[in-house]
Protein backbone atom coordinates (compact mmCIF):
# COMPACT_ATOMS: atom_id res chain seq x y z
CA UNK A 1 0.00 0.00 0.00
CA UNK A 2 1.25 3.42 -0.82
CA UNK A 3 1.84 4.82 2.95
CA UNK A 4 2.08 8.65 1.17
CA UNK A 5 -1.24 8.45 -0.42
CA UNK A 6 -3.28 6.63 2.56
CA UNK A 7 -1.28 9.93 5.10
CA UNK A 8 -2.85 12.19 2.26
CA UNK A 9 -6.02 10.58 2.12
CA UNK A 10 -6.49 10.62 6.40
CA UNK A 11 -5.12 14.63 6.04
CA UNK A 12 -8.06 15.40 3.71
CA UNK A 13 -10.30 13.70 5.77
CA UNK A 14 -9.47 15.61 9.10
CA UNK A 15 -11.07 18.76 9.61
CA UNK A 16 -8.09 20.83 8.87
CA UNK A 17 -7.59 19.82 5.20
CA UNK A 18 -7.70 23.19 3.44
CA UNK A 19 -5.07 23.25 0.89
CA UNK A 20 -3.91 21.64 -2.29
CA UNK A 21 -4.24 18.35 -2.24
CA UNK A 22 -7.27 16.99 -3.56
CA UNK A 23 -8.64 13.58 -3.53
CA UNK A 24 -11.05 11.89 -6.13
CA UNK A 25 -13.02 8.88 -6.09
CA UNK A 26 -14.74 6.17 -8.32
CA UNK A 27 -16.90 2.97 -7.46
CA UNK A 28 -18.21 1.64 -10.70
CA UNK A 29 -17.77 4.69 -13.00
CA UNK A 30 -13.75 5.70 -13.83
CA UNK A 31 -13.44 9.65 -12.89
CA UNK A 32 -10.87 12.01 -13.71
CA UNK A 33 -7.78 11.20 -11.41
CA UNK A 34 -6.68 14.31 -9.18
CA UNK A 35 -3.57 16.36 -9.41
CA UNK A 36 -1.86 16.59 -6.20
CA UNK A 37 -0.07 19.97 -6.58
CA UNK A 38 3.22 20.23 -4.24
CA UNK A 39 5.64 22.10 -5.82
CA UNK A 40 6.78 24.34 -9.33
CA UNK A 41 6.47 22.23 -11.87
CA UNK A 42 5.94 22.21 -16.03
CA UNK A 43 2.93 18.93 -15.48
CA UNK A 44 0.16 19.63 -17.82
CA UNK A 45 -2.60 16.92 -17.72
CA UNK A 46 -4.36 17.85 -20.57
CA UNK A 47 -1.28 17.36 -22.28
CA UNK A 48 0.16 14.31 -20.91
CA UNK A 49 -3.81 12.82 -22.20
CA UNK A 50 -2.84 13.52 -25.75
CA UNK A 51 0.73 12.38 -25.68
CA UNK A 52 0.03 9.30 -23.67
CA UNK A 53 -2.47 8.23 -26.93
CA UNK A 54 0.69 8.81 -29.38
CA UNK A 55 2.32 6.81 -27.19
CA UNK A 56 0.47 4.27 -28.14
CA UNK A 57 -0.51 4.56 -31.63
CA UNK A 58 3.49 4.44 -32.38
CA UNK A 59 2.75 0.32 -31.16
CA UNK A 60 0.76 -0.20 -34.14
CA UNK A 61 2.06 -2.69 -36.94
CA UNK A 62 0.73 -1.40 -39.89
CA UNK A 63 2.43 0.87 -41.66
CA UNK A 64 -0.48 1.67 -44.25
CA UNK A 65 -2.80 2.34 -40.98
CA UNK A 66 -0.34 4.81 -39.29
CA UNK A 67 0.36 6.32 -42.87
CA UNK A 68 -3.73 7.05 -43.45
CA UNK A 69 -4.29 7.37 -39.70
CA UNK A 70 -6.84 4.95 -39.71
CA UNK A 71 -5.42 2.90 -36.88
CA UNK A 72 -7.39 1.49 -33.96
CA UNK A 73 -5.56 4.13 -31.82
CA UNK A 74 -5.54 6.90 -33.98
CA UNK A 75 -8.71 8.44 -32.90
CA UNK A 76 -9.87 10.17 -29.72
CA UNK A 77 -7.68 12.74 -28.38
CA UNK A 78 -5.47 12.48 -31.37
CA UNK A 79 -7.79 12.39 -34.12
CA UNK A 80 -6.80 14.76 -36.92
CA UNK A 81 -3.22 14.50 -36.83
CA UNK A 82 -1.38 14.68 -39.99
CA UNK A 83 1.59 11.59 -40.06
CA UNK A 84 4.69 13.52 -41.81
CA UNK A 85 6.78 10.25 -41.52
CA UNK A 86 7.12 6.65 -40.25
CA UNK A 87 10.22 5.73 -39.70
CA UNK A 88 11.24 1.57 -39.27
CA UNK A 89 14.25 0.18 -38.38
CA UNK A 90 13.32 -3.64 -38.88
CA UNK A 91 17.08 -4.86 -37.89
CA UNK A 92 16.55 -3.11 -34.94
CA UNK A 93 12.64 -3.95 -34.74
CA UNK A 94 12.18 0.02 -33.90
CA UNK A 95 9.69 2.64 -34.81
CA UNK A 96 8.89 6.12 -34.29
CA UNK A 97 7.12 8.64 -36.08
CA UNK A 98 6.88 12.22 -36.42
CA UNK A 99 3.80 14.88 -37.74
CA UNK A 100 1.72 17.32 -36.78
CA UNK A 101 -1.09 17.84 -34.52
CA UNK A 102 -3.02 20.86 -35.10
CA UNK A 103 -5.24 21.02 -32.30
CA UNK A 104 -1.72 21.09 -30.19
CA UNK A 105 -0.10 23.41 -32.37
CA UNK A 106 2.94 21.17 -32.54
CA UNK A 107 4.78 19.31 -34.16
CA UNK A 108 4.76 14.93 -32.27
CA UNK A 109 7.00 12.91 -32.51
CA UNK A 110 6.32 9.42 -30.92
CA UNK A 111 9.10 6.22 -29.91
CA UNK A 112 8.03 2.93 -29.87
CA UNK A 113 8.81 0.71 -26.56
CA UNK A 114 9.65 -2.71 -26.23
CA UNK A 115 7.45 -5.16 -27.10
CA UNK A 116 5.84 -7.33 -24.68
CA UNK A 117 7.50 -10.88 -26.28
CA UNK A 118 10.77 -9.29 -25.67
CA UNK A 119 10.14 -7.20 -22.50
CA UNK A 120 11.29 -9.71 -19.79
CA UNK A 121 14.87 -10.49 -21.89
CA UNK A 122 15.29 -7.14 -22.39
CA UNK A 123 14.63 -5.73 -18.94
CA UNK A 124 17.68 -8.51 -17.93
CA UNK A 125 19.43 -6.09 -19.91
CA UNK A 126 19.24 -3.27 -18.34
CA UNK A 127 21.98 -3.28 -15.94
CA UNK A 128 25.73 -2.08 -15.82
CA UNK A 129 26.35 -0.76 -19.03
CA UNK A 130 27.28 2.33 -19.31
CA UNK A 131 28.94 4.58 -21.90
CA UNK A 132 30.99 7.59 -21.99
CA UNK A 133 28.52 10.74 -23.22
CA UNK A 134 30.00 13.13 -25.08
CA UNK A 135 27.81 16.30 -25.84
CA UNK A 136 29.24 20.05 -25.76
CA UNK A 137 30.05 20.87 -22.04
CA UNK A 138 29.47 18.00 -20.48
CA UNK A 139 31.77 16.46 -17.65
CA UNK A 140 31.32 12.89 -16.51
CA UNK A 141 28.29 11.54 -17.61
CA UNK A 142 27.40 8.37 -18.47
CA UNK A 143 24.63 6.96 -20.12
CA UNK A 144 23.26 3.34 -20.78
CA UNK A 145 25.22 2.04 -24.03
CA UNK A 146 21.78 0.15 -25.45
CA UNK A 147 19.88 3.42 -25.14
CA UNK A 148 22.52 5.62 -26.54
CA UNK A 149 23.18 3.31 -29.26
CA UNK A 150 19.24 2.24 -30.02
CA UNK A 151 19.27 6.40 -31.02
CA UNK A 152 22.11 7.33 -32.25
CA UNK A 153 23.52 4.27 -34.20
CA UNK A 154 20.35 3.47 -35.99
CA UNK A 155 18.97 4.65 -38.77
CA UNK A 156 16.20 6.25 -36.53
CA UNK A 157 18.07 9.48 -35.41
CA UNK A 158 18.99 10.54 -39.12
CA UNK A 159 15.21 9.73 -40.46
CA UNK A 160 13.82 11.86 -37.56
CA UNK A 161 15.97 14.88 -37.84
CA UNK A 162 15.46 15.04 -41.41
CA UNK A 163 11.22 14.82 -41.13
CA UNK A 164 11.55 17.08 -38.34
CA UNK A 165 13.85 19.36 -40.60
CA UNK A 166 11.13 19.38 -43.48
CA UNK A 167 8.46 19.93 -41.44
CA UNK A 168 10.12 23.17 -39.77
CA UNK A 169 11.26 24.39 -42.77
CA UNK A 170 7.15 24.86 -43.83
CA UNK A 171 6.03 25.87 -40.53
CA UNK A 172 7.30 28.22 -38.23
CA UNK A 173 4.64 28.05 -35.72
CA UNK A 174 5.09 24.91 -34.53
CA UNK A 175 6.32 23.80 -30.83
CA UNK A 176 7.83 20.08 -30.56
CA UNK A 177 6.76 17.61 -28.55
CA UNK A 178 8.03 14.09 -27.97
CA UNK A 179 6.80 11.05 -26.16
CA UNK A 180 7.64 7.84 -25.89
CA UNK A 181 6.63 4.58 -23.29
CA UNK A 182 9.51 2.22 -21.94
CA UNK A 183 12.36 2.07 -24.53
CA UNK A 184 10.52 4.83 -26.24
CA UNK A 185 10.94 7.29 -23.41
CA UNK A 186 14.80 6.32 -23.39
CA UNK A 187 14.82 7.43 -27.05
CA UNK A 188 12.31 10.04 -27.00
CA UNK A 189 14.93 11.90 -23.68
CA UNK A 190 17.80 11.52 -26.01
CA UNK A 191 15.75 12.73 -29.30
CA UNK A 192 14.91 15.84 -26.68
CA UNK A 193 18.46 16.37 -25.79
CA UNK A 194 19.86 16.07 -29.34
CA UNK A 195 17.40 18.76 -30.70
CA UNK A 196 18.07 21.18 -27.96
CA UNK A 197 21.95 21.01 -27.61
CA UNK A 198 23.00 20.17 -30.93
CA UNK A 199 20.43 22.26 -33.52
CA UNK A 200 19.60 25.05 -30.54
CA UNK A 201 16.19 23.93 -30.96
CA UNK A 202 14.39 26.16 -27.76
CA UNK A 203 10.53 25.06 -27.57
CA UNK A 204 10.86 21.22 -26.75
CA UNK A 205 8.62 19.57 -24.45
CA UNK A 206 8.82 16.45 -23.16
CA UNK A 207 6.38 13.91 -21.68
CA UNK A 208 7.22 10.03 -21.11
CA UNK A 209 5.63 7.15 -19.65
CA UNK A 210 7.29 4.44 -17.66
CA UNK A 211 11.29 5.43 -19.22
CA UNK A 212 13.93 3.53 -17.62
CA UNK A 213 16.82 5.50 -15.92
CA UNK A 214 18.74 6.44 -18.81
CA UNK A 215 22.47 7.93 -17.36
CA UNK A 216 24.41 9.10 -14.46
CA UNK A 217 23.39 11.95 -12.17
CA UNK A 218 26.22 14.24 -14.44
CA UNK A 219 23.71 13.36 -17.46
CA UNK A 220 20.49 13.99 -15.45
CA UNK A 221 21.27 17.18 -14.49
CA UNK A 222 22.66 18.31 -17.53
CA UNK A 223 19.50 17.18 -19.25
CA UNK A 224 17.35 19.18 -16.96
CA UNK A 225 19.40 22.13 -17.72
CA UNK A 226 18.88 21.65 -21.42
CA UNK A 227 15.20 20.06 -21.35
CA UNK A 228 13.95 21.78 -18.49
CA UNK A 229 10.15 21.14 -19.53
CA UNK A 230 10.23 17.35 -18.82
CA UNK A 231 7.54 15.12 -17.45
CA UNK A 232 8.41 11.64 -16.60
CA UNK A 233 5.31 9.96 -15.80
CA UNK A 234 5.13 7.18 -13.34
CA UNK A 235 2.84 4.35 -12.33
CA UNK A 236 2.03 2.14 -9.09
CA UNK A 237 4.50 -0.29 -9.28
CA UNK A 238 5.67 -0.27 -12.43
CA UNK A 239 9.08 -2.08 -12.56
CA UNK A 240 10.61 -0.41 -15.60
CA UNK A 241 11.35 3.20 -13.95
CA UNK A 242 13.25 1.26 -11.09
CA UNK A 243 15.59 0.16 -13.71
CA UNK A 244 18.63 0.01 -14.14
CA UNK A 245 19.01 0.13 -10.31
CA UNK A 246 19.78 3.58 -8.10
CA UNK A 247 22.47 2.87 -5.69
CA UNK A 248 23.67 5.52 -4.01
CA UNK A 249 26.44 3.88 -2.98
CA UNK A 250 28.12 3.97 -6.33
CA UNK A 251 28.00 7.76 -5.60
CA UNK A 252 28.11 9.20 -10.01
CA UNK A 253 28.58 6.20 -11.45
CA UNK A 254 25.22 5.17 -10.12
CA UNK A 255 22.05 5.34 -12.44
CA UNK A 256 19.80 8.35 -11.88
CA UNK A 257 16.70 10.04 -12.83
CA UNK A 258 16.34 13.49 -14.15
CA UNK A 259 13.56 15.66 -13.20
CA UNK A 260 10.67 15.83 -13.24
CA UNK A 261 8.44 13.05 -12.18
CA UNK A 262 4.68 12.65 -12.09
CA UNK A 263 3.56 9.13 -10.40
CA UNK A 264 0.19 7.85 -10.37
CA UNK A 265 -1.09 5.49 -8.03
CA UNK A 266 -3.98 4.55 -6.51
CA UNK A 267 -5.62 3.24 -3.05
CA UNK A 268 -8.71 0.22 -3.15
CA UNK A 269 -10.52 0.36 -0.59
CA UNK A 270 -13.64 -2.33 -1.60
CA UNK A 271 -15.28 -0.47 -4.28
CA UNK A 272 -14.33 2.84 -3.40
CA UNK A 273 -10.64 3.68 -5.54
CA UNK A 274 -9.03 6.46 -4.61
CA UNK A 275 -7.17 7.69 -7.37
CA UNK A 276 -3.93 10.04 -7.00
CA UNK A 277 -1.47 12.12 -9.21
CA UNK A 278 1.80 13.05 -6.78
CA UNK A 279 3.57 16.08 -8.81
CA UNK A 280 7.50 14.88 -7.45
CA UNK A 281 10.58 16.77 -6.06
CA UNK A 282 12.92 18.26 -8.91
CA UNK A 283 16.04 15.80 -7.51
CA UNK A 284 15.00 13.26 -10.33
CA UNK A 285 14.68 10.52 -7.39
CA UNK A 286 12.17 11.32 -4.76
CA UNK A 287 11.78 8.93 -2.01
CA UNK A 288 8.36 10.01 -1.73
CA UNK A 289 7.07 8.67 -5.13
CA UNK A 290 7.73 5.92 -7.29
CA UNK A 291 10.81 4.98 -5.45
CA UNK A 292 8.85 4.92 -2.20
CA UNK A 293 7.25 1.57 -3.57
CA UNK A 294 8.72 -2.01 -5.12
CA UNK A 295 8.97 -2.07 -8.88
CA UNK A 296 7.59 -5.44 -9.56
CA UNK A 297 4.56 -4.68 -11.79
CA UNK A 298 4.58 -5.31 -15.50
CA UNK A 299 0.91 -4.74 -15.71
CA UNK A 300 0.87 -1.30 -14.29
CA UNK A 301 3.50 -0.91 -17.15
CA UNK A 302 1.19 -1.39 -19.54
CA UNK A 303 -1.12 0.88 -19.08
CA UNK A 304 -1.08 4.75 -18.51
CA UNK A 305 -3.81 7.08 -17.67
CA UNK A 306 -6.14 3.83 -18.56
CA UNK A 307 -4.48 3.54 -21.76
CA UNK A 308 -2.96 0.44 -22.58
CA UNK A 309 0.53 0.47 -24.33
CA UNK A 310 2.07 -2.06 -25.91
CA UNK A 311 2.44 -3.48 -29.19
CA UNK A 312 -0.85 -4.18 -31.46
CA UNK A 313 -1.01 -6.08 -34.98
CA UNK A 314 -3.88 -4.61 -37.44
CA UNK A 315 -5.26 -5.92 -40.49
CA UNK A 316 -4.66 -4.22 -43.44
CA UNK A 317 -8.12 -4.31 -43.79
CA UNK A 318 -11.02 -2.89 -41.78
Not at 155 to 175: C, E, G, I, Y
Not at 189 to 201: M, P, Q, R, Y
Not at 263 to 281: K, S, V
Request: hydrophobic content about 40%; overall charge negative; some cysteine.
Amino acid sequence: MEWRALLVLLWFLSPNHQGPYHVSSRFKEQVAAPILMSREHFYNRTLALHLVEYASAVYVDNPAALLTWSCSRCSGLTKGFKLSELIVDANFNLQAFVGVAENLAALVIAFRGTQETSLQNWMEDLYFREYSFNYPGVKDALVHHGFYSAYHNTTLRPRVLAAVTSVLDKRNDLRILITGHSLGGAMASLCALDLAVNFGTKDVQLITFGQPRIGNAAFAAYFNAFVPETIRVTHGHDIVPHLPPYFSLLGPRSYHHFAREVWLTELNFGILRLEFEFICDSSGEDPLCSRSVYGDSISDHMEYYGVHLGFVLESTYR
